[in-house]
């Protein structure tokens, strides 16, 4: 007898787990609740009550809960190893350096790094806005 309950319990774990790791996909990836989630919820809720499992709703819940607060830190917990697993796609916050925001404009500095707001030096001053050689070359012909 002891063999069957242990085979039962197996089944009522991994079943569990099932519906659980369903929620935390749907929180974690942010799942329409319709489609292949309402048919897989509702197979899974079905083959719980009929197993006998008390409130198969909460399972999927907090795996739902959890699979939102880890998708907010930006972590990805693995299924198989249950390992937790950085996810790559954030990018993280630039820091400003206390030597930029100390540093003066006008001091050469070939280590500073630049900041966000530098533009290139070729961009710096455009040669739209100097005044043509032509008109230059008049000066010379007005008086003192």
């Given at each position: 007898?002891?063999?069957i309950n242990d085979q039962a319990e197996d089944k009522v774990r991994l079943l569990i787990d099932k519906i659980y790791n369903l929620g935390f996909e749907v929180g974690y990836r942010n799942h329409s609740e319709i489609g292949w989630v309402l048919r897989e919820y509702t197979r899974l809720m079905e083959e719980a009550l009929?197993?006998?499992i008390q409130l198969p709703e909460n399972y999927y819940n907090n795996g739902?809960?959890?699979g939102k607060a880890s998708r907010d830190r930006?972590?990805?917990?693995s299924s198989?190893?249950?390992?937790?697993k950085v996810s790559t796609d954030?990018?993280?916050d630039m820091k400003i350096d206390a030597e930029s925001i100390t540093a003066e404009p006008d001091e050469p500095n070939f280590l500073r790094k630049p900041s966000l707001s530098d533009s290139p030096p070729l961009v710096?001053?455009?040669s739209m806005v100097d005044v043509p050689k032509f008109l230059c070359k008049t000066?010379?012909?007005q008086r003192k």
């Open positions: 007898m002891k063999v009929n197993i006998g739902k809960i959890k930006g972590i990805e917990e198989e190893k249950g390992a937790l954030h990018v993280p710096e001053r455009v000066k010379l012909l």
